[in-house]
């Protein structure tokens, strides 16, 4: 039926030349209400689980790593929740801007080191350091959302450290 509207209307050439990102992101129709619940819901499983993640982290022996797997299972959703807001592709775009791309790289990095410290390697300590960077760099990423507060916080070091 969508191809037959197409052709009626004369978008046939059209929807053949976007790519699969295009297409994807016009599927995702949803109203605002839906995302906005959807942002929410994401968020909240986010801050439970990044929660959660500290509660079980002084159980003996596995709280370490439960608190790593809840903790960067957070950050995933609570970075996905904004999708819901903006759709998948606006905030992929977004995340990969000059602002942001530093922090959204370092964050990711740190993200899957932090996982490889804690099953593979089997270094808590190192896993740890990687979910405090983690950490700064989410903070730093949502701080860019934010038009100025990036400078003025880097201003504000500057003068205490002198």
């Not at 790519?19 to 929410?40: D, H, P, Y």
């Not at 959703?77 to 592709?89: H, I, N």
């Not at 490889?116 to 390697?121: D, E, L, P, R």
């Amino acid at each position: 039926m969508d191809k037959l509207k197409s052709v009626l209307s004369g978008e046939e050439g059209r929807t053949q030349d976007r790519t699969i990102l295009q297409a994807a992101n016009e599927a995702s129709t949803l109203g605002w209400g839906t995302r906005v619940k959807g942002f929410v819901g994401c968020f909240v499983i986010g801050c439970v689980c990044t929660l959660l993640g500290v509660c079980v982290l002084f159980i003996p022996k596995i709280g370490i790593t439960l608190f790593i797997v809840f903790y960067s299972l957070g950050n995933v959703c609570s970075l996905c929740s904004t999708m819901f807001l903006m759709g998948p592709v606006k905030q992929l775009k977004r995340m990969c801007d000059k602002t942001r791309a530093l922090a959204t790289t370092i964050m990711l990095t740190c993200l899957v080191l932090t996982l490889c410290a804690a099953f593979w390697w089997k270094n808590f300590g190192l896993a740890l350091l990687f979910c405090i960077l983690q950490l700064l760099a989410f903070a730093w990423y949502g701080l860019s959302y934010i038009p100025f507060i990036r400078d003025a916080i880097l201003k504000m070091m500057s003068m205490c450290i002198k």
